[in-house]
T-cell receptor, first 115, second 117 residues
Framework: AQTVTQSQPEMSVQEAETVTLSCTYD???????LFWYKQPPSRQMILVIR??????QNATENRFSVNFQKAAKSFSLKISDSQLGDAAMYFC????????????FGTGTRLTIIP | DAGVIQSPRHEVTEMGQEVTLRCKPI?????LFWYRQTMMRGLELLIY????????DSGMPEDRFSAKMPNASFSTLKIQPSEPRDSAVYFC???????????????FGSGTRLTVV
């Protein structure tokens, strides 16, 4: 079974600085999807960015980018120019390419933005 | 689009009572998921449907939990009888089918916070 590990329960960053959140996963599959979700205090789960394992290019969405290292099974999220609205729990998630549509989540990293 | 709509937003009930959580997925989405979030176990999939048919219910904790999807625009998650350990946030999510943005992530609802006292 696939597992997703987020080893940083909490992180903090100064406003306007850059922060990187770590995620590793374990799978025997060669093709899959990886996601980062944001959960602000409102509780809503919001998709931040996704990566297809068969694509070598790292995904980017505005200030959010990933560093996908397939061999190392690592999928980190970089937030540039951090803003107060980025404060939230961030969850890394895995989904197989074929078959079960289940998302397997990590335990999350709480990100605090320091003004 | 109004997104995935869940009701109620909060529910407080007494142990032993029946609880029904409701979800309206995004129109046109073929997949519907029920997740539970707790501090101890994190986010875990309870069950998911494809075109109203349950596909994987291996995460349903026990017979006290049941889920239905009578049509493409409505699903319920029922707990009978409820217990204090069922206290959690329950999320519903939906996703398009093949050829309709299938490979994107889910869209989640705002969740129902259930407290069983």
């Amino acid at each position: 079974a696939q597992t997703v590990t987020q080893s940083q329960p909490e992180m903090s960053v100064q406003e306007a600085e850059t922060v990187t959140l770590s995620c590793t996963y374990d799978t025997s599959e060669s093709d899959y999807y990886l996601f980062w979700y944001k959960q602000p205090p409102s509780r809503q789960m919001i998709l931040v960015i996704r990566q297809e394992a068969y694509k070598q290019q790292n995904a980017t969405e505005n200030r959010f980018s990933v560093n996908f290292q397939k061999a190392a099974k690592s999928f980190s999220l970089k937030i540039s120019d951090s803003q107060l609205g980025d404060a939230a729990m961030y969850f890394c998630a895995y989904r197989t390419l074929f078959g079960n549509e289940k998302l397997t989540f990590g335990t999350g990293t709480r990100l605090t933005i320091i003004p | 689009d109004a997104g995935v709509i869940q009701s109620p937003r909060h529910e407080v009930t007494e142990m032993g009572q029946e609880v029904t959580l409701r979800c309206k997925p995004i129109s046109g989405h073929d997949y519907l998921f029920w997740y539970r979030q707790t501090m101890m176990r994190g986010l875990e999939l309870l069950i998911y449907f494809n075109n109203n048919v349950p596909i994987d219910d291996s995460g349903m904790p026990e017979d006290r939990f049941s889920a239905k999807m009578p049509n493409a625009s409505f699903s319920t998650l029922k707990i009978q009888p409820s217990e204090p350990r069922d206290s959690a946030v329950y999320f519903c999510a939906s996703k398009p089918g093949q050829g309709k943005g299938f490979n994107y992530g889910y869209t989640f609802g705002s969740g129902t916070r259930l407290t069983v006292v």
